[in-house]
Structures are given as structure tokens and as C-alpha cells.
């Protein structure tokens, strides 16, 4: 669950839920990422602790070759 740039999640929630709750750290006063920022931080982070199982690591051109 993510919750509102303006609000975030509601407390009800987080109080419910504290062993499960993630925060991102952010620098200074900022207030909020934008939704897409956050997941996309979260889904990497995730990936990251699993050693990116799965997914490839080597990406390759389509018309054009590496020079050696």
C-alpha cells in the first residue's frame, strides 16, 4: 500500500501494521516522492535483497555491436 503525495498513509493503518511498514528515507524537509518514484524505489530495493533472481543482467544492442 502507498498512500497519498499529500497525506500519506493513514495512521489507523500504520498503527495496525507497524511490523510490516516500510519508510523511505528522505533528505531535509522533503515531504513526498510521487507515487511512480516510490514504487519503482521499493521494487528495486526488493530485487536488490534477492540478488535480482530471474531477471538478466546483461542487456545487448539490436542493430549496432559493442566495439571491442
Given at each position: 500500500?502507498?498512500?497519498?503525495?499529500?497525506?500519506?498513509?493513514?495512521?489507523?493503518?500504520?498503527?495496525?501494521?507497524?511490523?510490516?511498514?516500510?519508510?523511505?528515507?528522505?533528505?531535509?524537509?522533503?515531504?513526498?516522492?510521487?507515487?511512480?518514484?516510490?514504487?519503482?524505489?521499493?521494487?528495486?530495493?526488493?530485487?536488490?535483497?534477492?540478488?535480482?533472481?530471474?531477471?538478466?543482467?546483461?542487456?545487448?544492442?539490436?542493430?549496432?555491436?559493442w566495439k571491442?
Amino acid at each position: 500500500m502507498f498512500g497519498k503525495e499529500s497525506a500519506g498513509i493513514p495512521e489507523e493503518i500504520l498503527i495496525e501494521n507497524k511490523a510490516v511498514c516500510i519508510r523511505i528515507p528522505m533528505i531535509g524537509e522533503t515531504r513526498s516522492l510521487n507515487l511512480s518514484n516510490s514504487a519503482a524505489i521499493i521494487l528495486y530495493e526488493a530485487l536488490r535483497q534477492h540478488d535480482f533472481e530471474g531477471l538478466n543482467t546483461k542487456g545487448s544492442l539490436h542493430r549496432l555491436k559493442w566495439k571491442e
